[in-house]
């Protein structure tokens, strides 16, 4: 056996879509959190509709997408499992921190982001 | 490893590096514009790009000493709005990002031991592409051709009725192609960096100028779309009158400013993420100590990438936006700061873990430089996310500072530190440590000479873009510091030209070997055709951990020592972890890609002075170039398998999903995609602005129900005929009849759904100057019409090359790229008449 023996296998490279969704689960969600937020937002606002209906839209849009985000950063391995991402990839540990890590920083975005709607009054103009 | 476990023995074959030579040779003479060599590319390109630097800067200088006194009159008002928009402008589009791309184009393969990128003619087409068009564009400033509304041109000011001339819209046809240019850059960067990697370099140890080259080119395919759709709508309203940002008939100013900053926002860290790659590749070499915290850099960059998109309204923070809206991007704003501060501090983390000296080279002074401007900049970035401070300093030279701090220090400083970094690499001379110490003194002092006080300046209220000033307002002595800081850092710059001509001699053989002692891959023996043998990779810093590896590359030990078809090739490996899949065979020199640059430049130049019938003209040459360009790129199976070593054989053909042809159009609908989904954005957003105007109350009634079931069946049926098409495609050899009908048959179905969509709002009496609505209907089939004439040109492509024998259910990459095309071309028009058909009648 030789390090090469891994090399003859093309077909046992893990999905790169599978790769893409674990590394970047949490800044998708955030993304997937401020397009939510803020259109659901203007639309109210613009619609006539009252701050409190969109202040409270904003913190319920926070709650579901915070919540699933951080059960993936509790659960991290089995999400990869569950994505078809085997634990014994060459380089697991260092994709597993890459995930973690946007996970937590776009976890702090959205609770950063969604806290705006328990202090600012949400259809009064900006200026 | 040991020797014996090296993938290829010694001796090697009689001829087999001369064979290797042959291949990659580039072309001589003035043949040399013909050449495609990412090396002969990657240097004309940075070229041109510091010739726009230097373009630009001289700009700034005549600005500057215009503003060093007040009252001051050496140059004209009309003429300062010209130059301060052609300097943005420039410095933007003309400088930073094709430099960064240049970078790509010249690095990337090195780094990766690739023979080359996998599109070369496509890095060529865009470098000849960039230089016509980017000529043309800032030579009008010479003759008051000159746009003059700001780099992000905002309307009403760039209407018609208050920018009339053509100087509007040589800004927004030709900056719209350049960044046509800078997509197919990144295409290339994008496909290359995931599928051209040596084998055993997975992602996870993939240097990190690759890993924010990646991120880099796929911020470009999301954000450069916008802008993209945004200089065709308001060049369409330019010229034709339909009415997007004209607030009296349902369109909204504000829309462009939404299109505009969601690209040039992200922009900022599209020109910084790249910066900060070469950063990370340098400072482990100068510290001679691995990166600290890869993971974490890798962790910020992503992170930089997402969160960039979600900052583009703290450019309009004055503009009315409710509060609320305006918290959720502060905070983006500021969280922005946290992937920025991780690799700041990694990067003073490796310095510091370095068990010798930090060495102080030219290199690590401007890395030093860069560290302490952009902090500073950062700073001032977290002062203008604040809301409150945005209303105070918006407009005035705070921000111009803050800016320049972030630009200059983000991606300037970097660049210089580049250059004397890589230079030995391409160069028989590296430049000279002494004047390098000079050239960073004048740079680092002129620059914070020149724009700190404008910190001052803006806080005392002086604006942005005034062309002079009263004497009595207390600006004057700041004004006079900032000019007399401009000149030093220019000296500083001009320094750096004559060093450059003194020392710089470029080659393709290796420069002056490895001087820094740096652990990648770029540092390797080479020559044109890069590394003699492609490594194999068991770390990140392979030099570093693999004593021997120059040595046996250099030999001929490791893959592919030679070119077994005869022609340039490289090996495509697996996007994750880099197991080899097939051999790549690529292109050599031509004149396809040279005059398909020129008459594409041609054409949207032309089309800027309104010379239609000379335009056309430009346009079928330029599709003719192309197709000459195609019909070459498919060699087809013949030349079997070959043995690449280590007993590994790779096929030299391949199709489907594996194949760079297939991925490299998946790219492209992303970009299509991003165009779509900026126009259902402005659609959706317009309604928001200007119900009144939309259909049935506003506007005439919709088209019957017939009309967008009718097209839909036929999109349908047209992809269904596409399908089976595929099915009939003919063993090698072999003909199947059936086959150009039933393709054919396809390509008219979706002909005849674009016209039948259009026809059925034209009947209705709808026109596109009527409104808003009007306008965003029609404009839903001008997008369709631009995706369905290249999926024809596709088809028309494929059907020729199976009536000449070049298609078939072997050889058939041509017929799946317009297949892919028509599916996404399918999803595109379905998705549409949803929104054109069906949402009117739900929202009213």
Redesign the interface.
């Known amino acids: 056996m030789?390090?090469?023996d891994?090399?003859?296998?093309?077909d046992?490279?893990?999905?790169?879509i599978a790769?893409f969704i674990y590394?970047?689960i949490g800044?998708?969600l955030?993304?997937l959190h401020?397009t939510l937020?803020?259109s659901a937002?203007?639309?109210i606002?613009?619609l006539g509709g009252s701050s409190d209906l969109?202040?409270t839209f904003?913190l319920i849009a926070t709650f579901l997408v915070a919540g699933p985000l951080l059960a993936i950063i509790i659960m991290q391995r089995r999400f990869g499992r569950l994505l078809g991402l085997d634990d014994r990839?060459?380089?697991r540990t260092?994709?597993d921190?890459?995930s973690r890590?946007?996970s937590v920083?776009?976890l702090?975005?959205i609770l950063?982001?969604g806290?705006?709607?328990a202090?600012?009054?949400?259809?009064?103009?900006?200026? | 490893?040991r020797e014996e476990?090296l993938?290829n023995t010694l001796p090697r074959p009689e001829g087999e590096l001369e064979g290797l030579r042959r291949a990659w040779a580039p072309p001589k003479g003035f043949r040399l514009i013909t050449a495609v060599n990412n090396q002969v590319i990657g240097i004309l390109y940075i070229g041109a790009a510091f010739l726009f630097f230097i373009l630009a800067g001289i700009l700034a200088l005549i600005m500057r000493t215009q503003l060093a006194m007040p009252e001051s009159e050496l140059v004209s008002q009309d003429f300062y709005n010209q130059i301060f928009t052609v300097h943005g402008t420039t410095m933007m589009f003309l400088f930073s990002v094709p430099v960064v791309e240049a970078l790509g184009v010249m690095l990337l393969p090195q780094m990766l031991a690739a023979r080359d990128l996998p599109f070369p003619r496509l890095s060529a087409f865009a470098l000849w592409a960039y230089v016509v068009g980017g000529l043309v564009f800032f030579s009008t400033v010479f003759y008051d051709l000159a746009p003059k509304g700001g780099w992000f041109m905002y309307p009403p000011l760039t209407l018609t009725e208050y920018s009339p001339g053509h100087n509007a819209d040589f800004w927004l046809l030709g900056i719209g192609f350049i960044e046509i240019s800078a997509i197919a850059g990144a295409i290339e960067i994008i496909v290359g960096t995931?599928r051209t990697r040596p084998?055993?370099m997975?992602?996870?140890?993939m240097p990190i100028f690759a890993w924010a080259m990646l991120i880099f080119a796929a911020m470009i395919m999301i954000a450069f779309p916008a802008v993209i759709l945004a200089t065709m709508l308001l060049e369409i309203e330019r010229a034709f009158g339909w009415p997007f940002f004209t607030a009296d008939k349902g369109g909204d100013p504000l829309l462009w400013q939404h299109l505009f900053w969601f690209f040039g926002h992200p922009e900022v860290y599209i020109i910084f993420l790249p910066a900060a790659g070469l950063v990370s590749m340098m400072v482990p070499a100068m510290a001679q100590h691995k990166l600290v915290g890869?993971?974490?850099i890798?962790?910020a960059l992503?992170?930089t990438?997402?969160?960039s998109?979600?900052l583009w309204?703290h450019h309009m923070?004055?503009?009315?936006?409710?509060?609320?809206?305006?918290?959720?991007f502060?905070?983006?704003s500021?969280?922005v700061a946290?992937?920025s501060g991780i690799q700041v501090f990694s990067w003073i983390a490796t310095i510091a873990s370095s068990k010798q000296r930090f060495r102080i080279t030219t290199p690590s002074l401007f890395i030093l430089g860069f560290l302490f401007i952009f902090t500073v900049g950062g700073v001032t970035g977290v002062m203008v996310a604040l809301?409150p401070v945005d209303?105070q300093v918006h407009d005035t030279y705070f921000v111009v500072a803050h800016f320049h701090y972030v630009l200059i220090g983000g991606m300037v400083f970097p660049l210089f530190a580049t250059f004397y970094y890589w230079i030995p690499m391409a160069s028989r001379n590296m430049l000279s440590e002494r004047l390098g110490r000079w050239v960073f003194w004048l740079m680092f002092i002129g620059f914070n000479v020149s724009f700190f006080p404008m910190h001052i300046t803006g806080l005392i209220g002086m604006p942005r873009r005034v062309w002079t000033y009263p004497s009595d307002l207390g600006w004057n002595t700041l004004n006079m510091v900032s000019t007399v800081g401009a000149y030093i850092l220019a000296a500083g710059v001009l320094l750096f030209i004559i060093d450059l001509f003194l020392r710089y001699r470029p080659t393709m053989s290796g420069g002056v070997g490895n001087p820094w002692n740096a652990g990648t891959l770029e540092w390797l023996p080479g020559d044109a055709y890069s590394s003699r043998s492609i490594p194999?990779v068991?770390s990140r810093e392979p030099l570093w951990d693999q004593p021997n590896l120059s040595r046996d590359v250099e030999e001929g030990r490791y893959f592919l020592p030679g070119a077994p078809t005869g022609g340039r090739e490289t090996i495509v490996t697996?996007?994750?972890?880099a197991?080899?899949?097939y051999i790549i065979r690529m292109p050599g020199a031509g004149w396809s890609q040279l005059v398909a640059a020129i008459f594409m430049a041609g054409f949207f130049l032309l089309l800027s002075v309104k010379l239609v019938v000379p335009a056309l003209i430009s346009a079928f040459i330029f599709i003719i170039a192309c197709i000459v360009w195609g019909w070459k790129l498919d060699h087809g199976p013949d030349k079997g398998p070959v043995d690449i070593g280590?007993?590994?054989i790779l096929p030299t053909y391949m199709s489907g999903h594996r194949s760079h042809a297939w991925w490299a159009m998946m790219v492209l609908i992303v970009v299509a995609s991003s165009l779509y989904l900026a126009y259902l954005f402005s659609y959706l957003y317009l309604w928001?602005?200007s119900p009144e105007v939309w259909a049935p109350q506003g506007s005439p009634d919709l088209p019957g129900i017939f009309w967008p079931i009718g097209t839909g069946l036929l999109v349908i049926a047209g992809a269904a005929a596409i399908t089976v098409g595929g099915r009939l495609l003919p063993a090698p050899g072999r003909r199947r009849a059936a086959f150009v009908p039933v393709f054919g048959l396809g390509a008219t179905c979706f002909l005849a759904a674009l016209v039948a969509e259009f026809w059925g709002h034209w009947a209705s009496g709808l026109r596109p100057t009527m409104n808003a609505y009007g306008a965003m209907v029609y404009m839903a089939s001008f997008l369709n019409l631009q995706v369905i004439a290249a999926c024809t040109m596709l088809a028309g492509f494929s059907i020729a090359r199976y009536l000449t024998g070049k298609l078939d259910n072997v050889r058939r990459v041509n017929f799946e790229n317009a297949a892919q095309f028509y599916y996404y071309a399918a999803a595109q028009m379905l998705l549409g008449l949803v929104l054109l058909h069906g949402f009117p009648r739900v929202a009213s």
């Open positions: 030789t390090g090469f891994d090399l003859r296998h093309p046992k490279s893990p999905s790169v790769m590394l970047m800044p998708g955030w993304g401020l937020v803020y937002h203007t639309l606002c613009a969109s202040a904003v990839l060459s380089g260092i994709y921190a890459i890590f946007t920083l776009s702090a975005g950063w982001a806290a705006a709607a202090i600012v009054t949400s259809c009064a103009q900006g200026r | 490893m476990e993938p995931l084998p055993g997975t992602l996870a140890r890869y993971r974490l890798v962790v992503i992170a990438g997402f969160f998109f979600g309204v923070f004055t503009t009315g936006i409710p509060s609320l809206s305006l918290g959720f502060s905070a983006a500021m969280a946290v992937p809301v209303f194999y068991t697996s996007p994750v972890d197991r080899p899949q280590a007993g590994i928001v602005v």
